[in-house]
């Protein structure tokens, strides 16, 4: 059989990606080893751009179940150390609480819709590159078949089969020295703060709800997430006890005493499961060599591993997938410029390298001992300083990305402002289609039906170019269309088609 593009894998990101390159015109075929789809929960929620990014595809409300766009968030956490983001003129932090589990599900319908087909109980075993395509062995349940295609994306997870076939290095470390435990437990009710929601713990203090709580000796975090069974217990450790075999919740409120100095009589909740438990051992920080090799290419956690500290994945996964989609269209298409493919790795491979120094950062403020107690002083003096508390929201949203794309523009290169169009619809609504925008910021002198007023504080700007992805291709502040920046906005066209 033919295909123009195969993505392995239906995690997150290859099912994000195989909505993005529906929403251009290309239909993919997703392959997915498991049959069905995993109990196993990963992340809690997603924090950063990529919270406005679904909402521009209208998949925020979706997961929220409201309207209501998206609000910052007034407080995060960087390496266990609280942030007051309520200082921030213009915050862009954004967070949105939601298991992965529904991520998954809520992608996959959304994928089935755009006339996806997944391919469960397919496991790609094997794949062969020529100039024209790439051939793929695939073990499905009525046995081994071989599929032809023009591009195979590997969204395979950080043990990738497909980076390892491609003959892709993934360059980096591995520590076994922390040990994280997290279990769904109930807590004796008089710990329970109501005016907080955190704890109260006799002969410790206050420990603040979803904020990793650091001590000495390792975390604590304690999570009533709400629709959950139980609140979720955390705890992280760096001294190896007990790290062998399943998680027990006797085993969980040994590693709390550790860390807290104190007992906490942890029950098991009520009620049907699945109740998470836990344990994993060391960790990754990895980053693949290349993105692409030929006709194949990496995205999400196939091409990069780190801490899911401050929860940095899907906010970097999600955003590969959708800066790659309508590349990879426009490339099968035939519309793409020389050169548009490789812009994936240019652009995507410096974000993932500022999530690892960000994650490895957190790691080392989150650390035992006193000296570590030394830095998180320093640190929380500088954070104190509101230029300082920017430069952390910045480096956590993703906001400070600026890809290059020949316009010097200020905007250009961005993430788009927040708009109100004309018709009184927002930005977020326009870009569901996943395709280019002219923004006309003049009421019509650049001919284009779409016009808006842009926000009070921005910079001077009369017409924006948007590209698929969200960020500014091209922008200008000429008060009327000259010959020479009608010239420049068809260059911008022509170098990011979509
Ligand atoms: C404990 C933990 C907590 C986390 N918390 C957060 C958080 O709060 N926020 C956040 O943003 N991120 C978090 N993350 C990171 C996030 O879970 C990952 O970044 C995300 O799952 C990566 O998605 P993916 O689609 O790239 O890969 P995966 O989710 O690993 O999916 C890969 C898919 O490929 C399939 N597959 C593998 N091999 C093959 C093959 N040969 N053929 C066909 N299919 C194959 C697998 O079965 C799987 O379904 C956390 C991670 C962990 C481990």
Not at 121 to 128: A, Q, R, V
Not at 162 to 180: E, H, Q, S
Not at 245 to 263: D, F, I, K, M, Y
């Amino acid at each position: 059989m033919i295909a123009d593009i195969v993505i392995a894998g239906a995690g997150p990101n290859g099912l994000m990606l195989a909505c993005e390159l529906s929403l251009a015109g290309i239909r993919p075929l997703v392959l997915e080893r498991l049959p069905e789809r995993t109990q196993e929960n990963r992340a809690n929620g997603l924090v950063g751009q990529v919270v406005r990014m679904l909402d521009r595809r209208g998949l925020y409300e979706r997961l929220t179940g409201h309207e209501d766009p998206p609000r910052p968030a007034p407080g995060f956490v960087f390496g266990a150390l609280p942030i007051d983001l309520s200082v921030l003129d213009d915050n862009p932090l954004y967070l949105l609480q939601v298991p992965q589990r529904r991520i998954e599900q809520m992608l996959e319908e959304r994928a089935v819709e755009l006339a996806v087909e997944i391919r469960r109980g397919h496991e790609l075993t094997g794949l062969t590159q020529s100039a024209d395509g790439v051939t793929l062995q695939v073990s499905g349940p009525a046995g081994p078949y071989s599929i032809e295609t023009r591009y195979l994306i590997g969204a395979d997870g950080g043990h990738s089969v497909v980076r390892k076939l491609a003959g892709i290095a993934f360059p980096g470390v591995t520590t076994d020295a922390m040990i994280a435990r997290t279990a769904h437990a109930v807590v004796p009710a008089e710990l329970v703060d109501p005016a907080t929601g955190g704890l109260d713990i006799p002969g410790y203090g206050h420990v603040p709800p979803f904020l990793h709580h650091r001590t000495e000796r390792g975390l604590f975090v304690y999570a009533p997430l709400p629709g959950a069974p139980a609140p979720l217990i955390s705890t992280m450790e760096w001294n190896g006890q007990d790290a062998e075999g399943p998680l027990t919740l006797a085993e969980l409120q040994a590693s709390a005493r550790r860390v807290l100095g104190v007992t906490i009589a942890f029950a098991p909740p009520a009620g049907p499961g699945p109740h998470m438990s836990r344990k994993l051992n060391g960790g990754n920080t990895r980053l693949a060599e290349r993105f692409r090799d030929g006709r194949v290419l990496l995205v999400g956690d196939a091409a990069h591993v780190h801490s899911a500290i401050g929860g940095p994945g899907l906010n970097l996964g999600l955003q590969d997938v959708v800066n790659l989609g309508w590349k990879l269209a426009a490339e099968v298409r035939g519309t793409a410029p020389a050169g548009l493919l490789d812009t994936y790795e240019s652009e995507r491979r410096p974000v993932a390298e500022r999530v690892v120094m960000s994650s490895r950062a957190q790691s080392a403020l989150i650390a035992p001992g006193s000296e570590v107690t030394g830095l998180r002083a320093l640190f929380t003096e500088l954070l104190g300083d509101p230029r300082n508390v920017r430069r952390i929201a910045d480096l956590m949203s993703g906001a400070d990305v600026r890809y290059e794309t020949g316009c010097d523009h200020p905007l250009a290169g961005r993430w788009a402002p927040d708009l109100d169009l004309e018709d009184g619809a927002r930005l977020a609504e326009l870009t569901r289609d996943g395709r280019s925008h002219l923004i006309d910021f003049t009421g019509g002198d650049w001919g284009h039906p779409v016009t808006a007023g842009l926000p009070g504080s921005a910079v001077p700007c009369t017409a924006l170019l948007l590209r698929p992805d969200g960020y500014v291709a091209w922008a200008t502040d000429v008060p009327q269309p000259d010959a020479e920046s009608r010239a420049s906005l068809k260059a911008a066209m022509r170098r990011w088609p979509a």
